[in-house]
């Protein structure tokens, strides 16, 4: 079943045109790899799929609904555009913990400033909004289990190495159940020994129901872990195919002579 449809995106900053026309879709439970090099459009990708930046340009469909239509010139308000990033979870490359957090509290702020919002009216509203805290508080402890920091959980986030900041991270976007879970360069600010054991959770979340977008820089991994890898150069996407067919047969010289490069 499809979950995504990008149809036409462009996107340019100033005279720079960054995204030059992407189409691709994206069936539920698939994992898709997006490589390429620096410049080439992926992370400013990224950040449209999770409305940080608005296309000039294009549609984003997510399910059956459009998200997004450069046609539309109404303006989004704030709950609406909330609403469309929260099926978009997204792990950034530099963490962008709140410092000022315990880890624990980095998880469940998003979802109780959400909870907030629906102001109690009586008494037994008030005790559901209780336990609703509750079942987030326990929601939380779940997934830092999960990512191996059940310990970590009253620390802050500078008392942890890199990779289990990232880690914090990837299960700060999994609180909020995000239709899609995007990862943007998630082990390009750590060392070697650091990056496996963020490769390792992310592995451990392809279980076949995640859909997730992958844009990285680790090449064996995309092979492993993709139903389908994207290679972008200059704004468009230069070639697609299984992992088998990108690394192992592709069509573009450009891909080739990316991959060459890698290898």
Do not use: W
Not at 172 to 181: C, G, H, N, S, V
């Amino acid at each position: 079943m499809q979950i995504l449809n990008v149809s036409g995106l462009r996107k340019s900053f100033k005279e720079q045109e960054v995204l030059r026309g992407i189409d691709f879709t994206l069936q539920r439970g698939e994992i898709l790899s997006i490589i390429g090099s620096s410049g080439s459009g992926k992370t400013t990708l990224l950040r449209c799929l999770n409305f940080l930046e608005t296309p000039d340009a294009g549609t984003i469909t997510i399910g059956d609904r459009v998200a997004f239509d450069a046609a539309d010139t109404r303006k989004l308000t704030a709950k609406e555009k909330r609403a469309r990033q929260l099926q978009m979870g997204l792990v950034f490359q530099s963490f962008n913990l709140f410092p000022h957090f315990t880890v624990k509290k980095n998880l469940t702020i998003a979802s109780e400033l959400r909870l907030k919002e629906e102001k109690p009216q009586n008494g037994a509203e008030k005790a559901t909004k209780k336990a609703q805290l509750e079942a987030i508080d326990r929601k939380a402890e779940e997934l830092l289990s999960k990512v191996g920091l059940a310990d970590k959980a009253n620390d802050y986030p500078y008392a942890l190495s890199g990779g289990q900041q990232q880690r914090v991270a990837i299960a700060r976007a999994l609180m909020l159940d995000p239709e899609i879970l995007c990862f943007d360069e998630p082990t390009s600010a750590l060392d070697p020994e650091l990056t496996g054991e963020v490769l390792r959770v992310i592995r451990s979340l392809c279980d076949g129901e995640r859909t997730m977008i992958i844009v990285t820089h680790e090449m064996e991994f995309a092979r492993q872990i993709s139903h389908r890898v994207i290679y972008m150069a200059d704004g468009v996407i230069e070639e697609e195919g299984t992992p088998e067919e990108v690394f192992g047969n592709p069509k573009s010289p450009k891909t080739r002579a990316f991959l060459s490069v890698k290898d």
